[in-house]
Structure formats: C-alpha cells, structure tokens
C-alpha cells in the first residue's frame, strides 16, 4: 500500500477539481477507504481546494481592463488578401486588355488585307512636266544644269538667293522691340 | 495555435472539459484576431476570476493592486496573442504573465528607497489568505497554513490544489522542471499537514 501512496496522492488535487477519468477516480476512492494516512491528506486537498474556489477574489473591472486592451490586428490581417484581390484584378484587366488589342489588330488587319485585295488602291500619279515645276517655282531649269547658259545660271541662283529663309540678322530681343515700337529708348 | 497539451499520468486526456475549455479558448483568440472585440470581453470574463484570486492568495496586495495586476496581465497577454502557440492552456499562460509581473513588482517595491506609511485603511484592504473568511473552520486553518510557506511552495500548492494544473503546467508558470514543482508541492503538503495537526506517513 506505502508503494502506491505518492502516485495516489498525486491524484488527489485532480480529484478534487474533477480532472479524473472515471476509472481514476474510483481508484483513488478505494485507495482512501482503506487507507487513513492518504483519506487525511484527501481531506485536507478538499479543504484546500474549497477555502481558495470559495475565497471572494478582489473584483475586477473587466470594461476597464477590455478598454485597455489593443486593437485586433485584424485590419493587418485583412489587408492582405485586398492587396492580392486588387493585384489580381489589375492583372486581369491587363491580360483581357492585351487580348483585346491583339483581336482587334487581328480583325482590322484582315479587314484591310481583304480590302486590299479586292481593290487595289487608287492611286493618282501625278506626273508633273517641266514646264510645270518652272511655272509652279518660278524657276525655269532644263534637264541638265550643264546646257543652261551662263546668264540663265545667274538668273537661277539670283532666285535661289530670293528663296533664301534664313534671316540675314538675329532677331531683335522683344523688349527692345516693343520699345522701339512704343518709341521708347 | 496547433499545441498539443501534455496528458498527465493517471489523467484522462479529456477531463471533464478542461478540453473543451481549451478549445473555445482557441475560438475565441481566433475570433478576436479576426477582429471579433467582443471575443475579448468574454476572455477576459473566463480568466480575470482566477488571475485575481491567484494573485490575492499570493499575499501582499490591496484590491486595487489586484486589479491593476490582472488589467496588466490581460494587456501584456494580448499584445503578443498573435505570437501564442497554444501549446500551454490560455490559463497557464496567463499565470505565467502574471506571476513575472508579480515578481517584478516585487523587485521594484525592494529597490523603492523608503516605503510610504501604510495608512489603516489600505492596511484593512490588503488582501491575506485570511480575508473571504470562510465558515468551516478547517478551510480557515488550512487557508492560515498555506500563508506560512514561502513563497514558492504557496504558488505551486495553490496552483494545484486550486486550479488544479499538472506539475508540467506549474513548471512552465513559475521557471521550474516538472520534478521540482513535485517537490515543492509535496513539502507543502507536509508543511501544512503538520500546521494542521494531520498524521503523514
């Protein structure tokens, strides 16, 4: 009986607070039944366990102690899988964009490609005749700069010296300019 | 929040609820951290009894003092529940907290150079095994033996004789091996087996 005692006894506060199996806590009846040393300590277990459950504890303001406590990290928690929906649907508005544009590419190419082949473009070719470019420029140049005359290639570069956009002189600054024209020095 | 709770010798994995209270306590930190608040509320409704009753058995406090220990304890708690594993009871684990703060408001009130007079009103407030006086009068004696271990030997008794944890579970609360809190627990026992009068073997 002395050799099981402190497995016995180790029971003994499981007992009193209900934490025994059935099998257990028949056991450790038995045991104390036949057993005064180990009924005694029982006994003072219980004693034990009902002077401090039946002790009043201080009360305590559990509003003030909920009101101190920290935010939820809910709000992290959340944050997250918005980020990725938001990433995602981003991903996907680009991909059906791309796909659209390549469709719509595709569609117009053959489009035109068969507008293309049933019609051939109408092109106007305009042949413009010598005498034409000399009215159009003012300037009369033969087929070869070689055959024109020596008073016909000072004419052609007097009128490419009219022709000349470059100013001769830089402009003046546009103060200066308004004062001038206000006739002011 | 996937532990697994030691299952003691000679105790049923699954005793009367103890389980099940684990279980709705893991419900209800995932619910808060889902940012249920009134999830909160009912933790702190499920625990706040015990811590104060732990922390008033442990002597030396008013009941403010309690209060102000147990807020902190659930503050302290909450601040790192994210980081919780579940592989101790939501309650042992608060006792944990609660029993480092203990002790580190202890190690203050030892440094304070000089100590305020206690004036007789929070003399007559400061909470002793012997207030909640009780009717049977072995309970009262046995609540009067229990002041007279130290410190130690008084949390380890009381945690197991009141809440009735495991030797490992009080092992983890107050920094020790599963075999000292045995020891601990057991000169206890005989300590106030012999305030009582009571035979030991």
């Given at each position: 009986m002395r050799e099981c005692q402190e497995e016995i006894k180790?029971?003994?506060?499981?007992?009193?607070?209900?934490?025994?199996?059935?099998?257990?806590?028949?056991?450790?009846?038995?045991?104390?039944?036949?057993?005064?040393?180990?009924?005694?300590?029982?006994?003072?277990?219980?004693?034990?366990?009902a002077a401090f459950t039946s002790f009043t504890a201080p009360a305590v303001d559990i509003a003030r102690i909920v009101a101190a406590l920290p935010t939820p990290p809910s709000k992290v928690i959340e944050l997250k899988p918005l980020i990725q929906r938001r990433s995602r649907r981003f991903t996907s508005w680009r991909i059906a964009a791309t796909i659209a544009t390549i469709a719509v590419s595709g569609v117009s190419i053959g489009v035109l490609q068969g507008v293309l082949r049933d019609k051939p473009p109408a092109v106007k070719r305009v042949v413009l005749k010598p005498a034409d470019a000399a009215e159009a420029s003012g300037l009369t140049v033969g087929g070869n700069l070689n055959d024109l005359s020596e008073k016909e290639m000072q004419t052609l570069l007097d009128k490419l010296d009219e022709l000349d956009a470059v100013p001769s002189a830089e402009p003046q600054p546009a103060v200066s300019g308004i004062r001038a024209a206000a006739g002011v020095q | 929040m996937t532990g697994v709770r030691p299952v003691r010798k000679g105790v049923s994995p699954e005793p009367d609820g103890a389980a099940s209270d684990e279980a709705i306590d893991r419900e209800l930190i995932a619910r808060w951290l889902a940012g249920d608040q009134r999830a909160a509320t009912t933790l702190v409704e499920r625990h706040a009894t015990a811590l104060s009753r732990f922390a008033a058995?442990?002597?030396?406090?008013?009941?403010?003092?309690?209060?102000?220990?147990?807020?902190?304890?659930?503050?302290?708690?909450?601040?790192?529940?994210?980081?919780?594993?579940?592989?101790?009871?939501?309650?042992?684990?608060?006792?944990?907290?609660?029993?480092?703060?203990?002790?580190?408001?202890?190690?203050?009130?030892?440094?304070?150079?000089?100590?305020?007079?206690?004036?007789?009103?929070d003399a007559a407030s400061e909470y002793t095994a012997l207030d909640g006086i009780v009717a049977d009068e072995m309970q009262e004696r046995v609540r009067v033996a229990v002041d007279q271990l130290t410190a130690l030997q008084r949390e380890v008794f009381t945690l197991r004789v009141t809440e009735g944890l495991s030797y490992k579970e009080i092992a983890d609360i107050?920094?020790?091996?599963?075999?000292?809190?045995?020891?601990?627990?057991?000169?206890?026992?005989?300590?106030?087996?012999?305030?009582?009068?009571?035979?030991?073997?």
């Open positions: 180790d029971l003994f506060p499981d007992h009193v607070t209900g934490r025994l199996s059935p099998s257990d806590a028949a056991r450790v009846t038995a045991h104390v039944e036949a057993c005064p040393t180990c009924a005694a300590e029982l006994a003072v277990v219980r004693a034990a366990h | 058995a442990m002597g030396g406090m008013t009941g403010s003092d309690v209060d102000e220990l147990v807020q902190d304890t659930f503050v302290r708690a909450f601040n790192s529940l994210e980081s919780f594993r579940g592989e101790s009871s939501l309650r042992t684990w608060l006792f944990t907290i609660e029993r480092r703060l203990m002790l580190d408001r202890r190690r203050a009130e030892r440094r304070r150079p000089e100590k305020m007079p206690v004036a007789e009103g107050v920094g020790s091996t599963e075999g000292a809190a045995r020891v601990h627990y057991h000169h206890a026992m005989r300590a106030v087996k012999e305030y009582l009068g009571v035979p030991h073997a």
